[in-house]
C-alpha cells in the first residue's frame, strides 16, 4: 500500500489550496478514506473522512462549511479542497486508509497506512 499526498504549500489567511492524496497498492474504490492534520507539538487530529462510495462523509467542526473531502474511484485519488484557510489551519496534512477498509472512527487509532504527508502554511 503506497498513499502519495500532494498540494501543500504556502497561502495567505483567506486562500484555497487542493490537496490529492494518490493511492495504489490496494483497491482503493472498497476502503473508506480520511484526511488528518498535525501541527507542530500538537496530537494528529482528525480533519474530515469519506466512504468508499463518495456519497457520505463527515468533518471536524473547525472546518465544517470550508473544507470538503471527495475522491475519484477511477483515478484510485482522494481529494481535500481548503478554502477560507486561517493560520490554525497550518500544519502537516495526511490521508489514511480505514482500518479494515469500512471503519468510520475520528480518531487516529481508526486508521492505517499513512501517507507521508503535505505541508499546508498559511500567512496571516
Known amino acids: 500500500v503506497q498513499l502519495v499526498e500532494s498540494g501543500g504549500g504556502l497561502v495567505q489567511a483567506g486562500g484555497s489550496l487542493r490537496l490529492s492524496c494518490a493511492a495504489s497498492?490496494?483497491?482503493?474504490?472498497?476502503?473508506?478514506m480520511g484526511w488528518f492534520r498535525q501541527a507542530p507539538r500538537k496530537e494528529r487530529e482528525f480533519v474530515a473522512r469519506?466512504?468508499?462510495?463518495?456519497?457520505?462523509?463527515a468533518y471536524a467542526d473547525s472546518v465544517k462549511g470550508r473544507f470538503t473531502i471527495s475522491r475519484d474511484n477511477a483515478k484510485n485519488t482522494l481529494y481535500l479542497q481548503m478554502n477560507s484557510l486561517r493560520p490554525e489551519d497550518a500544519a502537516v496534512y495526511y490521508c489514511?486508509?480505514?482500518?479494515?477498509?469500512?471503519?468510520?472512527?475520528?480518531?487516529?487509532?481508526?486508521?492505517?497506512?499513512w501517507g507521508q504527508g503535505a505541508q499546508v502554511t498559511v500567512s496571516s
Open positions: 489514511a486508509l480505514a482500518e479494515g477498509g469500512r471503519r468510520t472512527g475520528t480518531t487516529p487509532l481508526d486508521y492505517g497506512n
Open positions: 497498492g490496494y483497491t482503493f474504490s472498497t476502503y473508506n
Open positions: 469519506i466512504n468508499w462510495l463518495g456519497d457520505s462523509s
